[in-house]
Nanobody, 118 residues
Framework: QVQLVESGGGLVQAGGSLRLSCAAS????????MGWYRQAPGKQRELVAV???????NYADSVKGRFTISRDNNKKTVYLQMNSLKPDDTAVYYC????????????WGQGTQVTVSS
């Protein structure tokens, strides 16, 4: 049974930093891509950043230059380093992975709250 377990959320002041982690368990298959999404109250879930197996990345315009996504393929883990946080970054952050087994299957983490105070 595949599970994605997130960690690293919390409360931080504006200008601060947080690092999110998300580890997949229960699979030996390739994972491509890995990514982070977020959902603020009253808003739709939106893509924050995505990284492919070969390390190519893509970011939402709102986080470019402040957030960095990375992955460890051996550990089946994706990270999101968030710097210069703003109150607008407050949201529940979800990791997302596409696991390539018999087919492509989407998996989501349970979500972790990030709150940025002004």
């Amino acid at each position: 049974q595949v599970q994605l377990v997130e960690s690293g959320g919390g409360l931080v002041q504006a200008g601060g930093s947080l690092r999110l982690s998300c580890a997949a368990s229960g699979t030996h298959s390739s994972i491509n891509p890995m990514g982070w999404y977020r959902q603020a109250p009253g808003k739709q879930r939106e893509l924050v950043a995505v990284i492919t197996e070969d390390g190519s990345t893509n970011y939402a315009d709102s986080v470019k230059g402040r957030f960095t996504i990375s992955r460890d393929n051996n550990k089946k883990t994706v990270y999101l380093q968030m710097n210069s946080l703003k109150p607008d970054d407050t949201a529940v952050y979800y990791c997302h992975m596409v696991i390539l087994g018999w087919g492509k299957v989407d998996y989501w983490g349970q979500g972790t709250q990030v709150t940025v105070s002004s």
